[in-house]
C-alpha cells in the first residue's frame, strides 16, 4: 500500500531536549516536505527537498533541521526544542512532475 | 500562488449533493485550481485539480468558470464521513511544490 508514514505519533517532551521525528514514504517519491499545523494559522511549511542531499528552507524554518540522505526518509529535528514548536506536524510527498502531495497521519508534539 | 476565499462553514443532508464554492479572482493563467480535504487532525488528502475545464473522479467533481475567478467542488452524493475541512488552493504546475493551506470550509454533514 502506498503511504506515508510518521513516528513517533505522539510526543512530550520537554524544552531543550533534542527530538526527531522520522517520514518514510515508499511510493519513490522524489520530493518531500514538512508542514506544521496550528489553531487559526492552517498548515504552513518548515522544509522541502527536491531530492536526495536537495532539501531548502520553507516559510517557517527558524528551530528545525532536516536531512534527505535517501530517497524515502525525510527526518525533521528539533535540535534545543521550545513551547512555541508545539503543533501538529504532517510530513507529505510528491512525484517529480506531478502535483498530487500524499500526507502522512501527523504527529502531535508537546514542548513543555 | 493566488489568494482564495472560501466560506467558513457549510451544512449538507447526508444523501444530498454538497457544493463547496472557491473565489480566486486574482488566479494567473497558469494556475491550477486544487482541493484537498481534512478529516478532524488527519493528514489533508487529495480531491481534484483543474485548469479551465470542467473535472471529475471518484470522488468528486470540479467546476471552474469560464474566467476562472471561481469554482466549486462538488461531492454528489455526500455521506457522514465526508464531514471534514476542505481546502480550495491554487498554484502553478511546476515549481516549488509548496502547498499554502487557507482557513477552508468546514463541511458538516448531517443526518
Known amino acids: 500500500e502506498a503511504q506515508v508514514t510518521q513516528n513517533p505519533r505522539y510526543l512530550i517532551t520537554v524544552t531543550g531536549k533534542k527530538l526527531t521525528v522520522t517520514c518514510s514514504q515508499n511510493?519513490?517519491?522524489?520530493?518531500m516536505s514538512w508542514y506544521r499545523q496550528d489553531p487559526g494559522l492552517g498548515l504552513r511549511q518548515i522544509y522541502y527537498?527536491?531530492?536526495?542531499?536537495?532539501?531548502d528552507k520553507g516559510d517557517v524554518p527558524e528551530g528545525y533541521k532536516v536531512s534527505r540522505k535517501e530517497k524515502r526518509n525525510f527526518p525533521l529535528i528539533l535540535e534545543s526544542p521550545s513551547p512555541n514548536q508545539t503543533s501538529l506536524y504532517f510530513c507529505?510527498?510528491?512525484?517529480?512532475?506531478?502535483?498530487?502531495?500524499?500526507f502522512g497521519p501527523g504527529t502531535r508534539l508537546l514542548v513543555l | 500562488d493566488a489568494k482564495t476565499t472560501q466560506p467558513p462553514s457549510m451544512d449538507c443532508a447526508e444523501g444530498r449533493a454538497a457544493n463547496l464554492p472557491c473565489n480566486h479572482s486574482?488566479?494567473?493563467?497558469?494556475?491550477?485550481v486544487y482541493w484537498y480535504r481534512q478529516i478532524h487532525s488527519q493528514g489533508p488528502q487529495y480531491i481534484i485539480h483543474?485548469?479551465?475545464n470542467n473535472e471529475t473522479n471518484e470522488m468528486a467533481s470540479l467546476i471552474i468558470t469560464e474566467d476562472r475567478k471561481s469554482s466549486t467542488l462538488i461531492l454528489p452524493h455526500a455521506t457522514l464521513r465526508d464531514t471534514a475541512v476542505y481546502y480550495c488552493?491554487?498554484?502553478?504546475?511546476?515549481?516549488?511544490?509548496?502547498?499554502?493551506f487557507g482557513q477552508g470550509t468546514r463541511l458538516t454533514i448531517n443526518p
Open positions: 507529505a510527498s510528491s512525484a517529480s512532475g506531478r502535483e498530487t502531495q500524499y
Open positions: 511510493m519513490n517519491h522524489e520530493y
Open positions: 527537498s527536491m531530492n536526495v542531499e536537495v532539501t
Open positions: 486574482t488566479i494567473s493563467g497558469n494556475e491550477y
Open positions: 483543474g485548469l479551465k
Open positions: 488552493i491554487v498554484r502553478v504546475f511546476q515549481g516549488a511544490q509548496k502547498l499554502v
